[in-house]
């Protein structure tokens, strides 16, 4: 992970780690989602979008976590991989979504969301499926 990337994510976790320590309770503890970036994506360039943090009292009861990433610019679709931290857990604390922006598509909107399904183990033993489908971002590609 870039350096840039990993401050990111580690902010990010600290930010949500005091947030969680007020929480009583795993049901009243919500995974939050993240707009990260802080400028707009450029062309060409690897671009982080959103991250979806998992706080220790959400992670509760938590069986798996996994997310999406849709993207697309003039109506095309831009590839998008969700990364997880930690890598290789069913249940990581932080869902990141990074783009594969276009060299060509400079001065264009792209929009972009995630969307994240999680399945939790209840009290009677059943399981229950929760998906997230973040609200549509946009941005403009820059140079």
């Known amino acids: 992970m870039p350096l840039r990337l990993c401050a990111l994510v580690i902010a990010v976790m600290l930010i949500a ?5 007020a929480t009583p309770s795993a049901a009243s503890a919500p995974a ?3 707009v990260a970036s802080r400028d707009d994506p450029h062309a060409g360039r690897p671009f982080v979008g959103y991250v979806y943090v998992l706080p ?3 992670r509760r009861g938590l069986i798996a976590a996994k997310a999406r ?4 610019v003039l109506g095309s ?3 998008g991989k969700a990364s997880r931290v930690p890598e290789r857990t069913s249940v990581p604390s932080v869902l990141i979504c990074t783009w594969a922006i276009p060299s060509d598509r400079i001065g264009w909107t792209f929009r972009g969301r995630m969307e994240v399904q999680v399945q ?4 009677d033993g059943s399981i ?3 998906t997230d489908e973040g609200r549509i971002t946009r941005w403009i590609v820059q140079p």
């Open 17 to 21: 780690a005091t947030g969680a320590s």
């Open 32 to 34: 939050t989602l993240v």
């Open 56 to 58: 220790a009292a959400a």
């Open 69 to 72: 990433c849709p993207g697309t």
């Open 77 to 79: 679709t831009v590839p």
């Open 120 to 123: 939790r183990r209840l009290a």
């Open 128 to 130: 229950q499926i929760d």
